[in-house]
C-alpha cells in the first residue's frame, strides 16, 4: 500500500526520553511518502533519544510548542518511549 503525503505537514511532539526509533521510523515513512516533517519539543536546541533505558542519539528540534499551532499542521506523531519527561531532572 503506498500512502501520498506529498504538500502535508505533520508535527511530532517529543522531549528527552524519546524511544528512537519510535522517533525516526514514522518521521522517516512520513518523509517518505512526501510530507514535510517538524520535530516539535518543549525547548529549542535538541532532545534526547533513548533505546530502552540508554541514550542514543539526539535530535535537533524544529520548534517549539509555545511557537505553533495545530492549525499549522495536517497530522500529528506522538512517538513514546519507557522514560518521561518528568524523569530527566
Known sequence: MTHDLSGKRIAIIAT?????????????????????????????????????????????VDRVVSDVSADDYDGLIIPGGVKTPTSFE
Do not use: C, Y
Request: zero cysteines; charged letters at 25%.
Open 16 to 60: 528527552d526520553g524519546v524511544e528512537q526509533i519510535e522517533l525516526t521510523e514514522p518521521m522517516e515513512a512520513a518523509r517518505n511518502a512526501g510530507a514535510t516533517v517538524e520535530l516539535i519539543s518543549i525547548q529549542s536546541g535538541s532532545i534526547q533519544g533513548v533505546k530502552g533505558m540508554d541514550k542514543a542519539d539526539t535530535f535537533a
